[in-house]
């Protein structure tokens, strides 16, 4: 009987707030509609929808009545399209085709990671530095390929759009990654990276000079200078120094500022939805991901089940369709070998196959749809208290602003 | 006949001495393989396995592999992104930084894994190299090393490609230890960076230890030895990486090998991947099920015909992937999804479904 709860009862759990597997069912409405709520950040891991439903959420608060941002990253190339991102400027585009009758309005941007990097370079040294900065390879590696700059400059824009004040929602989507805790721990990473003590001790010879560097480091780190420079080559270790040091005198505080937008997140305004597959890997990433929130009291709006399978032919079990399945294709047989005339006007051999392919197809269905259920369950029993909202898997991709909107009835 | 396994006879040998003496041996290396036997990668013997992120990677390596090593070969298992996702697939514990024999394939084959760790990587050639002993100690614990393999640009992806070029070329009394090496490597989108940084370092870094090791495992992969292989759903977003992919990786100079469909639905006949199932009407439909005994309810016949629809829809859009997977030009290997998700019986059976397609 799994799959007719998900069909019929779906509408009833609903009025009684609980949703079909266990736990309270999330509403999007609420959420999105209380203007005390400024920012909504869509985690979870790799493929699972964040970005379609950071785009579906926005959308509908857009048309519900809210000014609204949504920060992308990487959407799918139609799915940009469609929402008039035609190119990578890292700045708010209006999205076209948003109905605004109650009032709202919806913009949308791709995150640049490179280019918010050079700007904050740019905003915080002289143009001279600047310079020195931008053409140096190891800042040119650092801002675009060190893992966990994506995330931390997607954390940067955050800050950004929030600080500007023109928005009355923000809507962020989260880079792809095999977890969602990456969002969380990369901007920590890189900027107690860039503030460690390496850093400082490799800085050090290239700002005072030789005499005063000895003063700073001891033997036994100049040894391992010098086994660095050993290893990288000392051309290259002069590279990092200059590096280094360039950062260091512009803006030392780059785990400050990591922590400022870290403390954004924490904030009243925030809410937190995780989205996941109805999948083992994806729950199990998306339960670590709710400890994690919970841990460091960030506000958790709830679970975004996403690409859920449903059916409303539940009354026919699995193991009723495929070994109807099993009977059709030996008729088949039959008829073909001419042991069975085939009824004059009855099914014919192709007939039976076509069928007989339905109903393994819908046994297939049946048996996805309990082991998705079986995964939900664990999640539920062990996080009762998190308000969970499914979203079905669509036939199509969702690559324009009616699959937005169908997205968005689902999450309601 | 007993044999040293390969785990046994080099711990870590550094890529810049395998690999330099490599690059003379590519022209003469033995083949992998028995006499007669025909296969779409005869002479390669490193297979390197990317695609999206969530398109099955690690699984298709892991089946890769195993149809590799089918009937007696030997093959290795690389992991470079540390996520132990070998060990969870195999079902062992987690894979230290060391070869160990993970499975057997059917005919005697073996397949080792080997789970590298940057930092041990590092570590140890500094140790091989410079005898660093305890400063290597220390440089890890001032972050020197984490420090080294994160920012030094692609440090961390020289020692890894390194390693597993090592693996390649690695020699026991003059035969391969390995018969092939197959990484499951970073998705497509870093992939083509992923394996020219070399290329890169050697820029970067112009003299030294690391400039000429880096110039080395260039020249292997590039070689065609080497081969690039993408693994992608029938979806927009996979496809499309999978196209940019290929483009990338042939305008940086790398070898590409194959795409590998992952988890594709079958048609509703099996023999017509075009066959929608759109022919299916209430009428025929309520008239398979009365000769099955299942009670053809109204309820029943239009939920199954919805469903039959949206299957159709599916297949639709499956094939139109197909055809631009198809208009690469390179060779194409498709694995079904497997209802029940992949255990270690269902790798056996993807690894077979790649040897009937001739990849191994
Ligand atoms: N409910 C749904 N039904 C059908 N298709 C969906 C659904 N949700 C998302 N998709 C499709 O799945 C694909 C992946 O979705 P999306 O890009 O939103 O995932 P993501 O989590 O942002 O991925 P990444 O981690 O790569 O950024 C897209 O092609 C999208 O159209
Ligand atoms: N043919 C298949 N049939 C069914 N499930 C599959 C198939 N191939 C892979 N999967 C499942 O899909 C998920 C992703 O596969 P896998 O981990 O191999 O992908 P990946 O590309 O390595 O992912 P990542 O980018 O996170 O490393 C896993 O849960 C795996 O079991
Ligand atoms: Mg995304
Ligand atoms: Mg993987």
């Known amino acids: 009987m799994t799959g007719v709860r998900r069909g019929a009862e779906r509408a009833a759990d609903r ?14 409405d609420p959420l999105i509609d209380d203007p005390d709520t400024r920012i909504v950040v869509c985690c979870g891991s790799g ?14 608060a857009a ?21 008039g991102l035609t190119e990578l400027d890292n700045t708010p585009r209006k999205v076209p085709g948003v109905d605004r009758t109650k009032g709202g309005s919806l913009h949308a941007m791709m995150l640049d990671m490179k280019r918010t990097f050079d700007e904050i370079v740019e905003q915080h040294a002289d143009p001279e530095r600047a310079r020195q900065i931008l053409e140096n390879p190891f800042y040119q590696s650092l801002s675009s390929s060190f893992a966990g700059t994506q995330e931390y400059m997607a954390m940067e824009k955050l800050g950004q759009l929030h600080g500007g004040g023109s928005w009355d929602l923000i809507v962020v989507d989260t880079p792809p990654s095999r977890s969602a805790l990456d969002f969380l721990d990369a901007p920590q990473r890189l900027g107690s990276f860039l503030d460690g003590r390496l850093i400082r001790i490799l800085s050090a010879p290239a700002k005072v000079g030789g005499r005063g560097a000895l003063k700073f480091l001891s033997a036994g780190v100049g ?3 010098g086994a660095l420079s050993k290893v990288v080559g000392t051309h290259l270790l002069k590279d990092i120094q200059t590096f280094v040091a360039a950062l260091d005198t512009t803006f030392g505080g780059f785990r400050k500022r990591a922590d400022a937008t870290y403390k954004l997140l924490q904030a009243n305004g925030t809410a937190f939805l995780v989205v996941a597959a109805p999948e083992k890997d994806a729950l199990r990433e998306a339960a670590y991901f709710v400890e994690r929130l919970d841990a460091e009291s960030m506000p958790l709006a709830g679970l975004v089940l996403n690409r859920v399978h449903e059916t409303r032919a539940a009354q026919l079990s699995a193991e009723r369709s495929a070994a109807a399945a099993e009977t059709l294709i030996e008729l088949a047989y039959d008829q073909e070998e001419g042991a069975d005339e085939p009824a004059e006007d009855g099914p014919s051999a192709e007939d039976l196959r076509l069928v007989a392919g339905l109903l393994t197809l819908h046994a297939e269905r049946l048996r996805m749809i309990g082991r998705e259920e079986r995964v939900r369950t664990r999640f539920t029993s062990i996080h009762p208290d998190v308000p969970v909202v499914e979203v079905p898997a669509l036939p199509g991709d969702v690559h324009d602003l009616e699959g937005l909107r169908a997205i968005g009835q689902h999450l309601a | 006949m007993t044999r040293v396994t390969p785990a046994d006879r080099a711990r870590f040998v550094p890529a810049e001495m395998v690999s330099l003496d490599c690059v003379s041996q ?6 992998p393989r028995a006499a007669g036997a025909d296969t779409d990668w005869e002479g390669v013997r490193l297979h390197v396995v990317s695609g999206k ?36 697939l195999f079902e062992t514990a987690e894979l230290p930084y060391e070869e160990r024999k993970i499975a057997v394939a059917p005919g005697g084959g073996e397949v080792y894994a080997l789970a590298i760790d940057p930092e041990e990587a590092l570590l140890d050639y500094l140790d091989m190299f410079y005898h660093l002993g305890r400063t290597g100690k220390g440089l890890k614990k001032l972050g020197a090393i984490d420090f080294a393999t994160t920012i030094a640009p692609g440090l961390r992806d020289v020692l890894l490609t390194g390693k597993a070029c090592e693996a390649v070329r690695r020699r026991v009394k003059g035969v391969w230890a390995y018969d092939a090496v197959v990484m499951d490597a970073p998705p497509t989108g870093r992939i083509s960076r992923f394996l020219n940084v070399n290329t890169e370092v050697a820029g970067l870094a112009k003299f030294g230890p690391i400039h000429s090791q880096a110039e080395a495992v260039m020249r292997v992969l590039r070689s065609p030895e080497t081969a690039v292989h993408l693994v992608t759903l029938l979806e927009e977003m996979p496809v499309q990486e999978t196209v940019d992919g290929v483009a990338e990786l042939t305008g940086t100079g790398l070898p590409v090998g194959g795409v590998v469909v992952n988890m594709a639905r079958p048609p509703l006949h099996a023999d017509d991947e075009t066959d929608t199932g759109r022919a299916l009407n209430a009428e025929l439909l309520e008239a398979g099920l009365r000769a099955a005994r299942v009670r053809p309810t109204k309820a029943l016949v239009a939920a199954l015909l919805k469903e039959a629809e949206e299957h159709a829809g599916r297949i639709v859009l499956e094939t139109q992937e197909r055809a631009t997977v198809r208009g690469l030009g390179l060779p194409m290997y498709e694995l079904p999804l497997l209802a029940d998700g992949v255990d270690l019986g269902g790798l056996y059976r993807l690894a077979d479904a790649l040897r009937e397609q001739g990849v191994a």
Request: overall charge positive.
């Open chain 1, 15 to 28: 009025t009684t707030d609980r949703s079909p597997a266990g736990g309270p069912a999330l509403e999007v």
């Open chain 2, 26 to 31: 590519a022209t003469q290396h033995d083949s």
């Open chain 1, 223 to 225: 040894l391992m200078t």
């Open chain 1, 47 to 60: 493929g699972v929808g964040k970005t379609t439903t950071a785009a579906a959420l926005a959308l509908r």
């Open chain 1, 63 to 83: 048309e519900r009545g809210r000014d609204v941002v949504v920060l992308t990253i990487d959407p799918a190339r139609r799915l940009a399209q469609s929402m």
């Open chain 2, 53 to 88: 992120g969530g398109t099955g990677k690690t699984t298709v390596a892991a089946a890769l592999a195993l149809a590799l090593a089918h009937g007696g070969q030997r093959t290795l298992l690389v992991e470079v992104e540390g996520r132990q996702g070998l060990a969870q």
